[in-house]
């Protein structure tokens, strides 16, 4: 009776392996992210194969309320969906849980940026090539995280001083968006 169970449980994880290694393959093969529903978003997906090369916008304030937006980078060729704050028309990209072990699994992303830079953001059919440039202090940082806490969170309007430390202690990296 226990070798039984104990195959039977041995054949449904190999096949919950075998599920999720033909998702992953399809995922990375898709055009950008790949969407199940509206509010749950695997955040991967295959490079951009629609969309049309736009010249950068001077200012990002026509996506200040925008939820998500997708940026693919460029080694590897992966997409992705993200939060999108914006302050005083400058487009911030921000990744959590970097000092975790499930944030190194899951958020591989920004440490590519750290050899190659470039991003491809693609809005309502656009692409706009641009780059990362990483902060790690400064004022912005509390401006932009308390932004995140009142846009996707409901926090209050205004600046949290102590809202950047997520940032300047590597939990959070934040980067901001610049032409290429």
């Known amino acids: 009776m226990m070798k ?16 999720i290694g033909v998702s992953y393959g ?4 898709s055009d950008g992210p790949v969407e199940f529903w509206p509010w749950f978003t695997i955040s ?18 026509f996506i200040k309320e925008r939820e998500e937006i997708e940026i693919q980078t460029l080694n590897p060729t992966t997409s992705r969906t993200v939060w999108v704050p914006v302050i005083d028309g400058k487009l911030y990209i921000v990744s959590g849980y970097m000092n975790s072990g499930i944030g190194r699994l899951w958020k591989q992303w920004p440490t590519y940026m750290e050899e190659d830079n470039r991003i491809l953001i693609r809005i309502d059919g656009n692409i ?7 902060i790690t202090e400064g004022p912005i940082t ?4 308390s932004e995140i806490g009142r846009k996707y969170f409901g926090g209050p309007a205004g600046v949290n001083p102590q809202a950047g430390i997520g ?9 901001e968006v610049v032409d290429s």
């Open 44 to 61: 991967i997906g295959g490079p951009f194969r629609s969309g049309e090369l736009t010249a950068s916008p001077s200012n990002w304030d």
């Open 142 to 145: 509390a401006e932009v995280m």
């Open 4 to 19: 039984r169970i104990a195959k039977w449980f041995g054949i449904v994880i190999v096949g919950i392996f075998v599920l």
């Open 128 to 134: 706009y090539e641009q780059r990362l440039n990483r």
């Open 26 to 29: 399809a995922m990375r093969m």
């Open 167 to 175: 940032v300047t202690s590597g939990s959070v990296w934040l980067f």
